[in-house]
């Protein structure tokens, strides 16, 4: 009997940004349920596989599938159902600044679902009472803290009750304080819906909770790779144990 | 100067002269909600995959706003009539060359305000599932419509200025009244003075209502 196929495959991609290869024959299979912690220095490539995952950057070799659905080369129909079953979190936020919280998260379910409006504010409630914020429906994103928009954010990706979840260092443009607001919202969002994730983040201490595997990413290329309680504890590779050094003092 | 002022002209005609703000705003009021549609249309177009609309869209825009309006409208109500065998009335001829001429430059406006929103707000909204016209729709153009209100004006603006050049072809508004009383009373210091007072007092108005548009802003952007 063969292992059942895995949710996300990553097979031998290679994406080149002028000068030099951002992606480098990279490879990685990601089965339901996993949460994945990708780490590297910037320019490493973490953030632009992410991005390549959700087809919001196109590959030049190897290939994508997410829920045995091809990603790269799909057309805009196909694209939009991938982009459908997966949640995507900024670093920015990027929430819509013309929206209050809650027309934030009931945007796309009324208009890509059609989901009725009284349905998708009802949904929407329930979302922001999920990540601590049920008295902000009402506030615009500039009228939020930083920690406060990236949980709208989180709520908004959630609203479209995607099976994957890509976090694109979700916590790296907020203060400390306001970081682990976010990172327990992740955390919980995981423990509820046991949803598949891949979290691009330096934060040890939340990978090591929550993650089943870390990575380290160099020069577009997996440097190391293994379960994330002995990826932070005891990685086997130099280049690995330099770089968590360098996470540890910054 | 050898000219004794009798603006009690206006006393008497002055109601008349005032009559001609109507036929003004009736001209220019309909030109303004086309210009802008059309100018929403053709910036929608420039983002499109289509090589064929973004390629209609920047003829349109080159071809009308390097016209001079005078000869558009001109070309309009009197060539027209020629190639085609219809005619149109001279208000109808007025609009439609003061659309085209302002919707070539509301396009730029528009593409101004929309090149202004970042692309992580396409990004977001791709991310969710939006299809382009969607992100078009409900993301970035209600952004950009705050960012273009202030050009947007001055194309308005242009717009109801270009209006006094339908005196060309005899549209009874404010200019071609005046023009009309002073042949009649030559009294052109009066006649044109209150066309002028007449014409930057619309002008005012009308940019005070845009301002208090920027008003229904309630967000800001992050």
Known sequence: MSAPDPFVRVHGVTKTYGAGPVLNGLSLDLAHG??????????????????????????????????????????????????????????????????????????????????????????????????????????????????????????????????????????????????EEVLQVIQRVHHEHGMTMIVVTHEIGFAKSVASRAMLLDAGRIVEEAPARQFFTEPREERTRKFLRAIVNE | MNYTFQFGVLAEYGPYLAGGLWHAWWTSFPSIILTTVLGVVLAAMHLTRSILLRGAAVVFVDLFRTLPVVVLLIWIHYVMPILTGISSSPTTSSIIALSLNGAALACEAFRGGLAAIPPTQTQAAQSLGFSRWQVFRYVTLPQAFFATLPSLTNVHITVIKNVTVTVLIAVPEVMFRAQELTIQFFRPLEFYTGAAILYVALIWGYAVFMRSLEKLQKWQPI
């Open chain 1, 34 to 179: 996993e949460v994945l912690v990708l780490c590297g220095p910037s320019g490493c490539g973490k953030s632009t596989l992410l991005r390549c995952i959700n087809g919001l950057e196109t590959i030049e070799g190897g290939s994508i599938t997410v829920g045995g659905v091809r990603v790269d080369g799909a057309d805009a129909a196909t694209l939009q159902q991938i982009r459908l079953a997966t949640g995507f979190v900024f670093q920015n936020f990027n929430l819509f600044p013309h929206m209050t919280a809650l027309e934030n998260i009931t945007i796309a379910p009324m208009k890509i679902r059609n989901v009725s409006k009284r349905q998708a504010e009802e949904q929407g409630r329930a979302l922001l009472a999920q990540v601590g914020m049920p008295d902000k429906a009402a506030s615009f994103p500039f009228q939020l803290s930083g920690g406060q928009r990236q949980r709208v954010a989180i709520a908004r990706a959630l609203a479209m009750q995607p099976s994957l979840m890509l976090f694109d260092e979700p916590t790296s443009a907020l203060d400390p304080e306001m970081r």
